[in-house]
C-alpha cells in the first residue's frame, strides 16, 4: 500500500498519531508526492480535523521551502483556499513567484504584461495571472518548442510591445506566435523527445541510423503518449532519416521483439518494456480478442515468439473445431491463416484445401467467404480437390465484383477449353448486367481486345453500356464505362460490327441515351455515319451560306485537323506519361479538350457537306427570298426597318442580317411589295425587295 493510501485508511479509521507520523515520513521522501498530500489534507479538512490539517500544511510548506521546491509551493499554495476556506496573501504568492524565478528579467517583464502586480486583494484573478505567466514563462528565448502543424524549433525572442514570441522554425524568418495564442499552438519540450534531439542534436540521431536503428525508434514512440502509425513515425523522423532511408530502416526495426504491432485496419505500433512483456501482453490481448482480431494478431506476431505462436495456434484450433460444422467459411478462415505462418494441416477437419472437398456446393461454399482474397484462395485450391470446379468458376463469374479476381476465373475456363461455361457466364452479364455491375464492366472492358465477345451480340452490348451510364448501380463503374468511349475502347469496336439496321438501332439508341451529354455522343454518332453514311443523307438539311464564309469555315476545320487535334494528342502522350491517371489532372484536361475538338471539327465536317453556296446575283427580287434584303415601314409610326437574309453563319440579328432558320425569317420569305405583317404586336408594310450587295 502507498503512503498516500496509507494515510487515507488511517484517517477513515481516526488514528490520528499514525496520521501525523506517516506524513512527516511521507514529507521527508526523496520526491514528494504535493498532489496526493493536497488530497489528505482535503479529508482530512471534509472530517473536522482543520487545525490538524493547517498544522501538517505548514510542515509541508516549510519543507518545501527548505529543499527550494518552489513549484510545488506554488501548487501547494494555490490549493489552500479549497481546503481551509480563505485566501494566502497577494504577498505570500509573488515571494514563491520570485523565489521561483529568480532575478529573471523576462519574469519582471511578463509580470506586468498580465498585471500580476494590479488588483491585489483579488487572490482568484491573481491565480489567474499566475497561471498565465506560467504558460508564457514556460516560453523563455531559447526553450525547444513543438510548434502545432509546423514542427520543432526554438523560441528565439520574446516581443513584449508586440505581445508575441518569435519561434525559430528552421526557415528564412522566424513565425511570430501572439501571446494569447502561444498555449495552444506551442508545446514545451523535454530533452528526451526525439523532437527535442532533432533540434539540439541532429547529428547524433543520425549516427543511430546506421549505430543502434532501434534506439532511434525506441526514442521515438516513448516521445508520444500513445501508439503511431507507421507514417507517424516516419513523419516524427522527418529529418533525420531521408526518404532514401526510410524503407531499409523500417524493415531493419520492424523485426526488434519490443515493438508491438496493434490490431486494426490502422495499423499501430507501441514499444514494450521487454520482449517479455511484449509477448505478455500480447498473450494478453490474444485471449480476449474476436477471432478476426486474433487472425490479425497470428498474422503480425507468429515470427515474434515460438511458444507464442504454437498458443495462438492452438487456440485457434480449438475454435475450428468447433466451427467446422456451424460455421465452415469461419473455420477455412482460422485454416487458411494457420496455413500461411507454415503450419501443416493436413488430416484435419477444418484444413481449407479439406473443407472445400467437403462442401456440398462448392461455388456456394465460397461465396461465404466475405474476404476476398480467401475467396481467391479458395478458387486457386479448387481444381486441385474438386472435379466440378469450372461449374463453380462459372457461377462465381456472375458474382465476384473485381477484374482481377475475374481474369483469375476466366482464365482457367479459357485453358481447359470450358467454352459453354465460360459462354453461358457472359451470356448472363450481358443480359442481366444489374446483377453484377463489375462484373459486367469487366466483360465490356475484355470486349475491347476480344474479338468473340465483340461479335457475340454487338448491338445488344452497345445498348447495355449506355443504358449502365445512366444507372445509379453502375456509379462505382462510370469511370471505367466512360473510357470505353475513347478511340480503341469498346464502343466505337462495336460499331464496326453493325450491319446497316442494327447501324440504324444503334443511333436511335444513342440518341435517346440519357447517361450521355451531348459532346460525348457526337464521335460515336460520327463513327457510325461515317461507315453508314446513307442514314443521315436522306434527310439531310442544306446549310446555305455566302461563298466567303465557306471559305472561312473550310480554314477552320483545316486548322482543327491539321494544327489543334494533332497538338492535343501530343498532350495527351505527355500527360499519360506524368502517372497514374485517375490522379492525373493534365491527362483529364487534355481529353476534355480533344472530346470537344473532336467534337467540334465532327459538327463542323458535317455541316461542310450540307453547305450551299447563295448567287446573290440574278435574284428574283418579287418576293422575298433568300439573299435579299426588305425593307418593311411600320404603318402606324411610319418608321423603317431593314433585313438581309442568309444563312445561319452570317445571322446577326443586332445588324439586320437574319439566318433563313430563325422564325421571322421564316414569316417574311414569299412577302411581296406591299404585303402586311405584324412583328411585336405592331403592323408594318413591305416598301421594297432587292438582292444583298
Known amino acids: 500500500m502507498s503512503p498516500i493510501e496509507n494515510l487515507h485508511r488511517q484517517i477513515q479509521a481516526q488514528d ?10 511521507s514529507v521527508e521522501e526523496p520526491s514528494i508526492d504535493v498532489l496526493g498530500l493536497i488530497a489528505v489534507l482535503e ?14 500544511y505548514e510542515l509541508l510548506a516549510d519543507q518545501l521551502v527548505e529543499r527550494g521546491s518552489w513549484e510545488k509551493h506554488l501548487t501547494l499554495q494555490h490549493h489552500y483556499r479549497p481546503i481551509f476556506g480563505s485566501h494566502l496573501s497577494h504577498k505570500q504568492i509573488l515571494d514563491s513567484l520570485r523565489n521561483l524565478y529568480g532575478d529573471s528579467e523576462l519574469f519582471q517583464t511578463l509580470a506586468d504584461k498580465v498585471g500580476l502586480n494590479r488588483g491585489q486583494d483579488d487572490i482568484p484573478k491573481t491565480w489567474t495571472k499566475v497561471d498565465k505567466l506560467h504558460e508564457l514563462m514556460d516560453l523563455a528565448p531559447g526553450t525547444v518548442v513543438e510548434m502545432k502543424g509546423q514542427g520543432a524549433g526554438r523560441v528565439a525572442e520574446v516581443n513584449i510591445a508586440l505581445g508575441a514570441f518569435k519561434v525559430d522554425l528552421g526557415g528564412s524568418r522566424p513565425v511570430s506566435v501572439g501571446f494569447a495564442a502561444a498555449p495552444k499552438v506551442l508545446t514545451p519540450l523535454q530533452p528526451d523527445h526525439i523532437l527535442y534531439r532533432k533540434v539540439t542534436a541532429l547529428d547524433s540521431l543520425k549516427k543511430l541510423i546506421k549505430e543502434a536503428p532501434d534506439d532511434l525508434l525506441q526514442a521515438t514512440l516513448e516521445s508520444y503518449d500513445g501508439p503511431m502509425t507507421a507514417n507517424e513515425i516516419r513523419t516524427a523522423l522527418g529529418g533525420v532519416v531521408s526518404e532514401k532511408q526510410w524503407t531499409s530502416f ?18 499501430r505500433y507501441q514499444w514494450a518494456e521487454s520482449a517479455g512483456d511484449a509477448v505478455s501482453v500480447l498473450e494478453d490481448r490474444f485471449a480476449s480478442a474476436s477471432v478476426s482480431e486474433q487472425l490479425d494478431l497470428l498474422k503480425a506476431h507468429s515470427g515474434r515468439d515460438s511458444d507464442l505462436r504454437e498458443s495462438m495456434v492452438a487456440a485457434l484450433a480449438k475454435r475450428a473445431d468447433g466451427l467446422v460444422s456451424s460455421d465452415p467459411a469461419a473455420a477455412y478462415q482460422i485454416g487458411a491463416a494457420v496455413e500461411r505462418v507454415g503450419e501443416d494441416l493436413e488430416g484435419s477437419p477444418w484444413a481449407p484445401s479439406t473443407l472445400l472437398a467437403s462442401a456440398e456446393d462448392a461455388g456456394r461454399f465460397i461465396g461465404l467467404l466475405a474476404d476476398r482474397s480467401l475467396r481467391e484462395d479458395a478458387y486457386r485450391r479448387l481444381p486441385e480437390v474438386r472435379e466440378d470446379w469450372q461449374e463453380a468458376f462459372g457461377e462465381a463469374l456472375r458474382r465476384e465484383q473485381e477484374s482481377r479476381t475475374l481474369d483469375m476465373l476466366r482464365d482457367p475456363l479459357l485453358e481447359t477449353k470450358a467454352d459453354e461455361v465460360l459462354d453461358r ?22 470486349a475491347a481486345e476480344d474479338e468473340a465477345l465483340l461479335s457475340r451480340s454487338p448491338l445488344r452490348l452497345f445498348q447495355q453500356i449506355l443504358n449502365s451510364l445512366s444507372d445509379d448501380a453502375f456509379q462505382p463503374q462510370r469511370k471505367r464505362l466512360l473510357a470505353l468511349l475513347e ?8 460499331v464496326h460490327r453493325f450491319e446497316a439496321d442494327q447501324a440504324a438501332k444503334a443511333e436511335e439508341i444513342l440518341h435517346r441515351s440519357a447517361g450521355l451529354e451531348d459532346y460525348l455522343k457526337k464521335p460515336l454518332e460520327n463513327a457510325i455515319h461515317l461507315r453508314f453514311p446513307e442514314l443521315h443523307k436522306a434527310d439531310e438539311v442544306p446549310l446555305y451560306t455566302l461563298q466567303a464564309s465557306l471559305t472561312q469555315k473550310r480554314a477552320e476545320l483545316k486548322e482543327l485537323l491539321e494544327v ?24 483529364k484536361s487534355a481529353r476534355q479538350r480533344h472530346e470537344y475538338l473532336s467534337s467540334l471539327a465532327t459538327s463542323l465536317n458535317r455541316d461542310l457537306a450540307r453547305a450551299r453556296v447563295i448567287n446573290c446575283e440574278n435574284l428574283d427580287t418579287q418576293s422575298v427570298r433568300l439573299g435579299t434584303r426588305v425593307e418593311l415601314v411600320e404603318k402606324e409610326s411610319g418608321r423603317s426597318l431593314g433585313y438581309t437574309i442568309l444563312g445561319p453563319w452570317e445571322s446577326a440579328p443586332e445588324n439586320g442580317i437574319l439566318s433563313n432558320e430563325s422564325e421571322l425569317a421564316k414569316r417574311l420569305l414569299g412577302l411581296e411589295v406591299d404585303d402586311e405583317l405584324e412583328i411585336d404586336d405592331k403592323g408594318y408594310r413591305v416598301t421594297a425587295i432587292e438582292a444583298h450587295a
Do not use: H
Open 425 to 446: 457466364a457472359l451470356g448472363d452479364l450481358l443480359n442481366q448486367p444489374r446483377r453484377s455491375p463489375g462484373g459486367f464492366t469487366w466483360m465490356a472492358e475484355l
Open 250 to 267: 523500417w524493415n531493419k526495426v520492424k523485426k526488434n521483439p519490443r515493438l508491438m504491432a496493434l490490431p486494426g485496419g490502422r495499423q
Open 564 to 587: 489543334e487535334l494533332p497538338t492535343n494528342r501530343k498532350a495527351i502522350e505527355e500527360a499519360r506519361e506524368l502517372g497514374d491517371l485517375r490522379e492525373n489532372f493534365e491527362y
Open 43 to 56: 479529508l482530512l479538512a471534509a472530517s473536522d480535523q482543520q487545525k490538524r490539517a493547517l498544522f501538517l
Open 16 to 25: 490520528w498519531d499514525a496520521v501525523e507520523e506517516q506524513w512527516l515520513a
Open 487 to 494: 478511340s480503341g475502347g469498346t464502343l466505337p469496336r462495336l
